[in-house]
């Protein structure tokens, strides 16, 4: 068990890496081959966009062997950045936004199957913990990625990356192939389709709730996008730049979070961890609403804390509470319940920000806080019945 823990978090830390600084080097080259910022923000469209159809990539994910299916894809990512390398004008970029939305797919396959593998090799009593080292593993990754991916880039260029990102899905698949499983029994008459996990997602409480939860705080943090930025820059005066800082700082809460949201877990479930995580994330939106820079640099670790202990409950309370057979069309629908919500959060952030930085800080706070309460209120009805 603990040289599986040790390839998941490595798995982790190799994707994190890779990820993050092809995301980062793609907006550059983009803007740099064409010039436009439009096309250049697109970017990161292509990579998150393939996150509407995890429902049906998860159907996928459960229909076939789960680990040659991670191999496959990692290794077919390997092959696709690596086309990148023909790319030498502006009229070759769309291979750029072709291969991005490729590696999105790919992500929730892998994002699917991994968490589908998960439980048949790591003891139920860890699994907890090791969500949480992947996530820190993660987040970590996020602090050091970028200046790695820019610094690279502008040292020798984007073929210096593409090679860097390309190695790091080759390195993953092998340690997919070095896991050691348990042997799954396949379940008699498995039911095709999206329906059946459907029904398992939303017709389980202890998997709905943390889910929802989780999705609330998760999109509720795309409200804050536009506000943040015009909080830093016109109320407190302070660089565009200085958001970096915020980034960094969030980047520790996250990292802090993952280290101890096992032992949470483990002591209180997956619905009250969540609905604390969502209660913090919302604590850490009014910190930033408030006119001092040191509150906004706590509000970001505070947030950091919240959005991972919400997120890693709800897929803990997904891996250890899902049918093994329904855990790939289960995992990739309720990473579009928790992330979808993003793509409608930020358009309406921007939107918000006209009325002031403050007011939509106050409504994810609202949103994320209210979540919260309902879940713990809907977790002690059965108690309450029970006792009548």
Not at 54 to 80: C, F, M, N, S, Y
Not at 344 to 351: F, R, V
């Amino acid at each position: 068990m603990q040289r599986n823990a040790l390839l998941f978090v490595l798995i982790s830390l190799l994707s994190g890496f890779g990820s993050t600084a092809m995301t980062l080097a793609a907006g550059i080259w983009v803007f740099d081959l064409t010039g436009s910022v439009s096309l250049a923000a697109l970017t990161a469209v292509c990579t998150y966009a393939p996150t509407l159809a995890a429902p049906w990539l998860g159907a996928l994910v459960d229909r076939l062997p789960r680990r040659p299916l991670v191999i496959g894809v990692d290794l077919a990512l390997g092959a696709a950045l690596l086309t990148l390398l023909a790319v030498r004008s502006a009229g070759a970029a769309w291979l750029i936004f072709a291969v991005l939305l490729a590696r999105g797919v790919s992500y929730v396959l892998s994002d699917a199957g991994e968490s589908a593998i998960l439980p048949s090799a790591l003891s139920p009593k860890i699994l907890a913990d090791v969500n949480g080292w992947r996530s820190s593993a993660q987040e970590g990754m996020k602090l050091v990625a970028p200046l790695a991916g820019a610094t690279l880039y502008a040292w020798r260029g984007p073929v210096a990356v593409v090679v860097l990102c390309a190695a790091m899905p080759l390195l993953t698949a092998a340690c997919y192939a070095l896991l050691r499983l348990a042997p799954v029994r396949p379940a008699p008459q498995v039911e095709r389709g999206l329906r059946p996990g459907l029904r398992a997602l939303f017709g389980v409480p202890a998997v709905r709730d943390p889910v929802l939860v989780a999705g609330a705080a998760i999109g509720a943090s795309g409200l804050t996008n536009a506000a943040v930025l015009a909080h830093v820059v016109h109320d407190l005066g302070r660089p565009a730049t200085h958001l970096g800082y915020l980034g960094t700082a969030q980047g520790a809460g996250s990292i802090v979070a993952g280290l101890v949201i096992g032992r949470l877990l483990a002591r209180r479930g997956p619905v009250t961890v969540a609905a604390a995580g969502a209660a913090i994330f919302a604590a850490g939106c009014l910190l930033q609403a408030l006119p001092w820079w040191p509150t906004m640099i706590a509000g970001s670790v505070v947030i950091g804390v919240g959005l991972v202990w919400a997120l890693i409950a709800a897929v803990t309370a997904v891996q250890t509470r899902t049918p093994e057979h329904l855990l790939g069309r289960v995992a990739a629908t309720s990473n579009t319940v928790m992330f979808g919500p993003v793509a409608l959060g930020i358009p309406l952030g921007a939107a918000a920000v006209h009325l002031g930085a403050v007011v939509p800080l106050a409504l994810a706070a609202l949103v994320s806080a209210a979540a919260a309460a309902m879940a713990l209120r809907a977790a002690r009805v059965p108690s309450v019945v029970s006792r009548g």
